[in-house]
């Protein structure tokens, strides 16, 4: 390509139709139509008599996508979606620049995110170190879980250049958020409803039907965290599964048999979200699923430590002698005792544990010792002793329902009571 240099102080050219005149670093145009041309007759329109004006055009990023495959999951209303899962990493990449014009260095691309909190929080904020036009994005924030994550690519502003929006998936992604909110809005009304279905979590089942008790409030925010988040400080206990397959349980049993269940349906999902968090929480042997009887029995000194930590429980009378009670001659010792004082227990404001054999509730007696029948259940006062009838009569919460005043006959409730723990 050849230029021309001209080196005078006043060039004049004129023709019949057109003039220009370079006149003491000014350059004049005149002609009698209006179409002088910048960059010749490919170029931009000028107006006669304005001198040609320079390229301005700014580079920016125009389009951005996500390379790495999304993962399957639901949203908060249930549907089927795609998105992005936390703790894993995903490569997000420009695509194409305005007026197709790449900056001078892909250094000056940069990245930021934004995203809402379901409390309306909106969280937003550049990509530290994050440069060039393909970066890996590391989902970190367990805030971001549940929520659409917005990533922008830009060199000015990051509402000058290109965004895209992805469902980020709540960490146990394929519960749905509107069915668990209404379950647990009934459990707050009938905190009884907690109900462990085919799962040996008995003695989680009791502690979690006297924390909705006792704190209908703080069960909801528990429940809701823990499902978004993955996990949640609950006053002193720290509820967050120590398997990670606990995530990915999909509570449906037509495409996954193994979630619990029985024959009267599967397992509430608001139910498996705490009992199986909570057990999973002490115990990473279990995985929640159907069939796991070994792993998820609640031993006495399991519940111990968890009516300190998980429901703050001050003051604790452990009574649950199991060992002593289960020899045969004890089978066939007077317990009324043991049921006064749990009665006394109940009216001073103590909240009861009972360990039983669960033939108890089928008021049959009990004479062979077998762990796995062990059974929790809450004591709920209403203790009568009727010797001429040879029974006892109380209230209890157990298996999804409260039982009130039922009857047992002595010798039954001699055979399969193991003790109680007591606290407030």
């Given at each position: 390509?050849g230029r ?21 670093g000014?350059?004049?145009l ?10 010749g ?5 000028l107006?006669i ?6 390229d301005?055009a ?25 998105g ?8 997000f990449?420009?695509?194409a ?6 900056p001078?260095?892909e ?21 530290q170190g ?6 890996m994005?590391?989902?970190a ?12 690519a ?27 909110q209404?379950?647990i809005?009934q459990t ?7 109900d ?8 989680i089942a009791?502690?979690g ?6 704190d209908?409030?703080?069960y ?6 823990l ?7 609950y ?12 995530y990915?349980?999909v509570?449906?049993?037509g ?8 024959a009267?349906?599967p397992?509430?999902m608001?139910d ?36 300190k ?9 452990n009574?649950?002698?199991y ?9 066939y010792t007077?317990?009324?005792q ?17 360990l039983i ?5 089928s008021?049959?007696?009990?004479y ?19 010797d ?7 209230s ?5 329902q ?10 039954v ?12």
């Amino acid at each position: 390509m050849g230029r021309i240099i001209f080196r005078a102080k006043k060039l004049t050219e004129t023709s019949k139709a057109a003039s220009w005149i370079a006149d003491n670093g000014n350059l004049h145009l005149q002609a009698d139509k209006a179409n002088v041309m910048q960059k010749g007759n490919e170029g931009v329109h000028l107006k006669i008599g304005d001198p040609p004006k320079a390229d301005t055009a700014v580079p920016e990023v125009a389009a951005i996508k996500i390379s790495t495959p999304l993962d399957q999951g639901i949203n908060n209303s249930g549907a089927a979606v795609n998105g992005m899962l936390f703790d894993h990493r995903y490569i997000f990449e420009v695509t194409a620049f305005k007026n197709g014009t790449p900056p001078a260095s892909e250094n000056l691309i940069k990245w930021a995110y934004a995203y809402t909190t379901p409390e309306g929080q909106v969280i937003k904020n550049w990509l530290q170190g994050a440069f060039g036009k393909k970066i890996m994005l590391h989902i970190a924030a367990h805030e971001a879980c549940g929520t659409q994550l917005t990533i922008s690519a830009f060199i000015k502003q990051p509402d000058k250049g290109a965004s895209i929006t992805t469902w980020v998936h709540n960490r146990f992604r394929w519960f749905p958020r509107n069915q668990l909110q209404t379950q647990i809005s009934q459990t707050q009304q009938a905190p009884e409803k907690i109900d462990q279905n085919s799962t040996p979590l008995c003695g989680i089942a009791a502690l979690g039907y006297l924390l909705v008790k006792d704190d209908a409030a703080g069960y909801a925010n528990l429940l809701l965290n823990l499902h978004r988040k993955g996990e949640y400080l609950y006053k002193t206990f720290l509820v967050k599964p120590l398997d990670e397959q606990l995530y990915d349980m999909v509570p449906d049993t037509g495409k996954n048999p193994g979630y619990p269940h029985n024959a009267a349906g599967p397992m509430r999902m608001a139910d498996w979200l705490l009992l199986a968090s909570v057990k999973n929480s002490e115990v990473k042997a279990y995985e929640g699923k159907q069939g796991e009887e070994w792993d998820g029995i609640t031993w006495p000194w399991d519940v111990l430590p968890l009516l300190k930590k998980l429901l703050n429980y001050q003051t604790i009378n452990n009574q649950a002698h199991y060992i002593a009670r289960i020899t045969p001659f004890s089978r066939y010792t007077s317990k009324k005792q043991d049921l006064l004082d749990m009665q006394a227990a109940h009216a001073a404001g103590e909240k009861v544990l009972m360990l039983i054999d669960a033939d108890m509730l089928s008021n049959k007696n009990t004479y062979t010792i077998t762990t796995t029948s062990w059974h929790w259940i809450v004591f709920e006062g209403d203790a009568t002793v009727d010797d001429a009838a040879e029974t006892y009569t109380f209230s209890y919460y157990s298996w999804g329902q409260k039982n009130n005043k039922a009857v047992f006959r002595q010798s039954v409730f001699n055979s399969n009571f193991y003790g109680f723990i007591s606290g407030k």
